[in-house]
């Protein structure tokens, strides 16, 4: 990873199979439009729910870090 120089970018995947999945349904996303994607850092973790009480929405918030380009 010498002289690497890396873009941030923030992504919120969601699921509604838990946190995991929301990961990698965000970084998937992500990953048809940007290239050398390296590593994530999830900085939010909230959910959505129906009516009150059941549980129906994982949001996870992450910040994503790709490579330029040499």
Known sequence: MANQ????THVVGTSPDGIDQA???GVAKAA???RDLDWFKITEIRG??????????FQVTM???FRYES
């Open 5 to 8: 120089t890396y873009a941030i």
């Open 23 to 25: 990961v990698r349904n």
């Open 32 to 34: 048809e439009s940007l």
């Open 48 to 57: 959505w729910m129906d009516h009150g009480a059941e549980v129906r929405d």
């Open 63 to 65: 910040e994503l870090g």
